[in-house]
């Protein structure tokens, strides 16, 4: 009976990631080498044509290289101003501390697309910007280039390497500059030829998952790219599939060198960081008292978060109380008729509690099959699975939303009657397939924190594993699991590649009907929209926050010795905070 148990306990996991994560993948790369796989009349024939056509193609060349220019770029300024943030929020004492901490998470949390339309209508023709600045009907035009789709996605990740180098600067301490103070070493040669080389492997770590981030990412490609008419190879990638008559095969040839890119950056930062030896975080650390607080670092610190969240959502609020962006309109004719328009409409007021619903059930869902990976994780689960779940990290969200739509629209599935494709079943799993493998980093992080002689304790006491998780587990992991859940839902809500591709005929999701409200030029009610759906999950946020805090106030004192998102980003180590 126990061999048994001890089987299933480590198929059970391997079934849930090859259905949600194996079987799509596969599904996507089998169409390069076996492109007639899906045709009308199946057939297994390789073929190396569909590889020979991506390559020969000239716009897959120019997306190729837009993509990877950029993402070289953004990484270095996201990364250099990141450090310099990070060097001002853990050791200048800006006013506000904590402020800055939250905003460093909303910004990380904030999707791209919403920041590229906030400064997309901030400095278009007739945009805020455009009349603030004097432009007219000339519009901001270098915001309409690469370097706009630069500066969007600049502000939008810079706070990667901000988390990641704040936290090894909080956890190595300050005893090597000190002794250099003590030395004679002024300020500027501490920071050079101390600081920076300890930091270094934060550093180069937050540029490889910044160039992963860019890379792949989908949001301002399918905005401010195409607005710009930039061609970024996400783009290319969802135009091919969704022009008529789609080829499969290249769409995977695509796909794959995407994925491609992105795992070589990836696997550059894991090489590099097993060469490198910078030992700096020990366990007798000695924290100063806090300096006085610094006006400098103040300004440092709010410039950045002022034009990555306040300009965009200063924006929103703005256009969204605006009848039109006429420039004979002005603040006399502020009204919350787009607020009505837009929440009137039944598909637009239904997309929005039924992406709630969406985020709702995928959080739920996501964190029981979290908590029971994560739980089992380094035990009963197999060190491959473990593996492939944290590769799935660098597989961006256009990518599994494709793969979802070659596995579950399959001939040998629809012909055999279970046809998911177009429900709300495939696009759930599509987003509890892309937030299980943070969850589950999330959890495990979490649980190695935990004391394990108490769960032996209960093993030896006769507790089985379900108790355990119920009784010890779950109460100390407590702040985590709501981090996680509130994580998970804030994604779903605002997700827009899987979104796009998957959501069910005539029933949009947020993002989409967002996207497409602005895509049809109507920008105060796609503003008020966008408004509706931050408050709404700044609404949710608040309610799950204060029921913790009441419900379950007794286990605070339980709560201190595990990690929750807000704590981790001080407490882990940069490889561990990146994966989370």
């Known amino acids: 009976m126990r061999i048994l148990q001890k089987g299933l306990s480590r198929l059970i996991p391997v079934i849930i990631l090859a259905v949600l994560l194996g079987y799509p993948l596969i599904s996507l790369f ?14 297994w024939a390789p073929s190396l044509s569909v590889v020979k056509e991506a390559w020969s193609n000239p716009l897959f060349r120019i997306a190729s290289s837009h993509s990877l220019l950029l993402a070289f770029t953004v990484a270095t300024a996201s990364t250099l101003l990141g450090t310099v943030l990070a060097i001002a929020w853990q050791w200048h004492n800006p006013y506000g501390r904590r402020i800055f901490t939250t905003l460093m998470w909303v910004l990380f949390l904030t999707p791209s697309f919403v920041i590229a339309e906030g400064w997309e209508l901030w400095g278009m023709p007739g945009g805020i910007g455009s ?16 370097w706009g789709i630069w500066w969007v996605l600049t502000l939008r990740f810079f706070s990667l390497p901000m988390m990641a180098v704040g936290a090894t600067i909080e956890n190595m301490g300050r005893e090597y500059l000190d002794a250099a103070q003590i030395l004679g070493a002024g300020y500027f040669f501490r920071q050079w030829r101390i600081l920076l080389p300890l930091l270094l492997p934060s550093i180069l770590s937050s540029f490889f998952l910044t160039f992963a981030e860019t890379i792949g990412d989908f949001g301002v490609a399918a905005t401010l790219g195409s607005s710009s008419h930039y061609l970024l190879l996400s783009y290319l990638i969802f135009q091919s599939l969704t022009t008529f008559p789609a080829n499969f095969g290249l769409v995977g040839a695509y796909g794959l060198s ?9 696997g550059s930062d894991r090489i590099w960081l097993r060469r490198a030896s910078h030992t700096v975080v020990h366990g007798n650390v000695h924290r100063r008292p806090p300096e006085r607080t610094s006006l400098w670092a103040t300004i440092a610190l709010a410039i950045p978060f002022v034009l990555g969240l306040g ?9 969204s109380l605006l009848p039109s962006l006429s420039p004979a309109v002005n603040i006399w004719h502020l009204s919350l008729v787009n607020f009505s328009h837009a929440l009137s409409g039944h598909t637009i007021y239904q997309a929005v509690w039924r992406s709630l619903g969406y985020a709702v059930i995928a959080a739920i869902i996501t964190v029981v099959i979290g908590l029971y990976l994560g739980a089992l994780s380094g035990k009963e689960v197999s060190r491959l699975t473990a593996k492939l779940l944290t590769a799935t990290i660098a597989i ?3 990518i599994l939303g494709i793969s979802y739509v070659f596995a579950y629209n399959a001939p040998w599935l629809v012909n055999n009657g279970f046809n998911i494709y177009g429900t709300p079943i495939a696009l759930e799993m599509a987003y509890i ?18 004391d394990h002689g108490l769960d032996n304790a209960g093993a030896v006491l006769g507790a089985g594993l379900l108790r355990r998780l119920r009784t010890l587990v ?17 994604n779903v809500m605002f997700e827009l590649p899987a979104s796009e591709l998957l959501y069910p005929s005539g029933s949009p999701t947020l993002a989409v009907a967002i996207i497409h409200l602005f895509n049809n030029f109507h920008y105060g009610q796609g503003a008020a929209l966008t408004i509706s759906g931050i408050l709404l999950v700044s609404l949710v946020t608040l309610l799950v926050r204060i029921l913790q805090s009441r419900l379950f106030s007794g286990w605070k004192g339980s709560q201190k010795s595990v990690a929750s998102p807000e704590t ?3 407490t882990l180590p940069a490889t561990q905070v990146e994966e989370v």
Do not use: K
Request: charged share 5%.
């Open 474 to 490: 779950i109460p100390l992991l407590w702040p985590t699991i709501v981090s996680s859940t509130l994580l998970v839902l804030t």
């Open 258 to 266: 995407l994925i491609v890119m992105v795992v070589i950056v990836q």
């Open 131 to 146: 009349h603030g600045l004097g432009l007219g009907s000339q519009g901001l035009a270098v915001l309409f280039s690469p």
């Open 311 to 319: 300009v965009p959502l200063i924006t929103y609020v703005w256009v």
């Open 433 to 450: 397939a892309g937030s299980l493998p943070f969850v589950v980093r999330m959890l495990a992080g979490a649980r190695s924190q935990m």
């Open 568 to 570: 981790s980003a001080r």
């Open 30 to 43: 089998i169409q390069i080498f076996f492109p007639q796989i899906n045709a009308y009349h199946p057939s």
């Open 396 to 398: 961006p969200g256009l």
